[in-house]
C-alpha cells in the first residue's frame, strides 16, 4: 500500500513539473515569437505536447522531454497556429463588442435582454469550441475549416465531451479565482491539459481515444503525431 502511495505521489509530482515546464514554455516561445507571432503557436504545441504524452506509454517525462516535444511542435505549427487563432480571436472580439453594446448602452428594452442573453449562449458555445478546437488540430493534420466543422459536429454530437469541458473550465476558473497563484504557476498550461484529458476520456476521438488505445488500435495514416 505504501509503495502504490509512493508511485501515485511520483505521478503526480512528474504530471505537476510537466505542467509547470509546458506554462515556462508558453511563456518563453510567446516572447520568441514576438508575442502577436508566438502566442496562438504556444497555444498549439502545449496541445500537441499533451496529446502526444497521454499516447506514450512512459508518461514518465524529464523536463528535456517536455521542452523538446514542444519547441518542435511550435517551430512546425507557427503559421498554421497563427491563420487558425487569430480569427477565433476576431470572432471572440465581435460578440464581446456586441454584448457590451447591447449591455451598456440603450439597446431596446425586452429585446436588447433577449439579445443579450442570446450572446451569453454562443459565447458559451463559443468557449467550448474554442477548448476543443485546439485539441482536434493537435490530433488531425487538416485545414482549418476542416477543424472548425468537425469541432462543432462533435460540440453537438459529443454532449458529455462538450459538458465535462465546460464543467472543469468552471472549476478551473473557481480555482484560478480562489487561490491565483496557480494561475500565475501553471497558466494556459492547464486548460490545455485538461482539455486534452476530456477529448481523450469521451470525444471518442480517432487516433486519440483511450478505449481504442487501451485495445491497441492503430492510428490513421492522417493523423498527427505531434505538429
Not at 44 to 51: C, L
Not at 60 to 86: E, L, P
Not at 186 to 196: I, T
Request: glycine fraction near 6%.
Amino acid at each position: 500500500m505504501l509503495s502504490r502511495f509512493a508511485l501515485s505521489y511520483e505521478r503526480i509530482c512528474r504530471t505537476a513539473l510537466m505542467v509547470f515546464i509546458v506554462n515556462v514554455a508558453m511563456i518563453a516561445h510567446t516572447l520568441l515569437g514576438v508575442l502577436i507571432f508566438g502566442f496562438f503557436p504556444s497555444i498549439g504545441a502545449a496541445h500537441t505536447t499533451y496529446r502526444t504524452w497521454l499516447l506514450c506509454e512512459d508518461r514518465a517525462w524529464t523536463v528535456r522531454n517536455t521542452w523538446s516535444c514542444f519547441h518542435k511542435a511550435w517551430k512546425q505549427d507557427i503559421r498554421s497556429a497563427n491563420a487558425f487563432g487569430w480569427p477565433l480571436l476576431c470572432l471572440w472580439a465581435l460578440l464581446i463588442f456586441d454584448y457590451w453594446v447591447v449591455n451598456w448602452h440603450d439597446a431596446g428594452g425586452r429585446i436588447g435582454v433577449a439579445v443579450s442573453g442570446a450572446l451569453v449562449v454562443l459565447m458559451a458555445v463559443l468557449g467550448i469550441f474554442t477548448l476543443l478546437s485546439w485539441v482536434l488540430r493537435a490530433n488531425f493534420e487538416e485545414s482549418g475549416l476542416w477543424i472548425a466543422k468537425t469541432t462543432i459536429q462533435m460540440v453537438v454530437a459529443r454532449p458529455l465531451c462538450s459538458l465535462m469541458s465546460a464543467v472543469l473550465f468552471a472549476l478551473l476558473v473557481w480555482v484560478w479565482y480562489t487561490w491565483p497563484g496557480v494561475l500565475v504557476v501553471f497558466g494556459l498550461s492547464v486548460p490545455a491539459l485538461l482539455s486534452c484529458m476530456v477529448v481523450f476520456s469521451y470525444a471518442k476521438l480517432p487516433g486519440m481515444d483511450i478505449h481504442n488505445i487501451s485495445a491497441g488500435v492503430s492510428t490513421p495514416s492522417h493523423m498527427t503525431e505531434g505538429r
